[in-house]
C-alpha cells in the first residue's frame, strides 16, 4: 500500500515563525502536491512538484514556499506564519503516467493553528 | 480556470440511498473521480469514471455521468452510519495533469 505519511498531526505556532510541514511517500511516486483545505472552499493547490529540485506554483501560492531535495520528501515553508494560515495542509502524490489517471495518495494532514 | 461544484451538506437516514451531485466546467476532463475523507484523515479515492462513460457500478456506489451537462453523481446505496464523511468530487485531463477538486460535501447519517 502507498504510504504519504505527514511530521505533525497538529501544530501550534506564533504569528511570524517560520514553519516548516514536511510530507515523505514511499512509493517512488514522482509527482508530490501540497494542499489547503478550509470549510467551504475544498481542497487548494498550494505548491506541486514533478521531479526532485523542480517546483511549480498551484492556485494559491503566495506566503509559502517549498522544497524537493529528495525524491519521497516534500516540504512546505511558511516563512512568516500569519493567522490567515490557519488550515489543514495536505500533502498527496501521485505516479507519473503518460496515460491514465492521476490517482492522488493522501497522507493524514496536518492542522495548523497559528496565533 | 477549471472549476468544480458541490452542494455543502447533505443529511440520510440510515438504509436509505445518498445521492452526492457535482458539476464541473472543464470540457477537456478525461477523468472524474470520487474521493472520501473520514474524520481526522486524508483523502482516499472511492471510484473514478472515464469521460466516454455513462455509469460505473462497484458494489454499492454508482457513478453517473452527463457529459453534455458536465454533471457528475455518486449514489450510495443503503447508507450506513460508516459512510459519514466528506465526499470530494474532483477531475484531471490524464496524464500526469493537475487535479481539480470540488469543495466537498459532507454527508451525515443519522441512525
Known amino acids: 500500500d502507498v504510504k504519504v505519511t505527514q511530521s505533525s498531526r497538529y501544530l501550534v505556532k506564533r504569528t511570524g515563525e517560520k514553519v516548516f510541514l514536511e510530507c515523505v511517500q514511499d512509493?517512488?511516486?514522482?509527482?508530490m502536491f501540497w494542499y489547503r483545505q478550509d470549510p467551504g472552499l475544498g481542497l487548494r493547490l498550494i505548491y506541486f512538484?514533478?521531479?526532485?529540485?523542480?517546483?511549480e506554483k498551484g492556485d494559491i501560492p503566495e506566503g509559502y514556499s517549498v522544497s524537493r531535495e529528495k525524491k519521497e520528501r516534500f516540504s512546505l515553508i511558511l516563512e512568516s506564519a500569519s493567522t490567515n494560515q490557519t488550515s489543514m495542509y495536505l500533502c498527496?502524490?501521485?505516479?507519473?503516467?503518460?496515460?491514465?489517471?492521476?490517482?492522488?495518495?493522501f497522507g493524514p494532514g496536518t492542522r495548523l493553528t497559528v496565533l | 480556470g477549471e472549476d468544480v461544484e458541490q452542494s455543502l451538506f447533505l443529511s440520510v437516514r440510515e438504509g436509505d440511498s445518498s445521492v452526492i451531485n457535482c458539476t464541473y466546467t472543464d470540457s477537456s476532463s478525461t477523468y472524474l473521480y470520487w474521493y472520501k475523507q473520514e474524520p481526522g484523515a486524508g483523502l482516499q479515492l472511492l471510484t473514478y469514471i472515464f469521460s466516454n462513460m455513462d455509469m460505473k457500478q462497484d458494489q454499492r456506489l454508482t457513478v453517473l455521468l452527463n457529459k453534455k451537462d458536465k454533471h457528475l453523481s455518486l449514489r450510495i446505496a443503503d447508507t450506513q452510519t460508516g459512510d459519514s464523511a466528506i465526499y470530494f468530487c474532483?477531475?484531471?485531463?490524464?496524464?500526469?495533469?493537475?487535479?481539480?477538486f470540488g469543495t466537498g460535501t459532507k454527508l451525515q447519517v443519522i441512525p
Open positions: 498527496a502524490s501521485s505516479p507519473n503516467v503518460i496515460t491514465g489517471t492521476d490517482t492522488q495518495y
Open positions: 512509493m517512488d511516486h514522482e509527482n
Open positions: 512538484s514533478y521531479d526532485v529540485k523542480m517546483k
Open positions: 474532483a477531475e484531471s485531463p490524464g496524464g500526469y495533469q493537475k487535479v481539480t
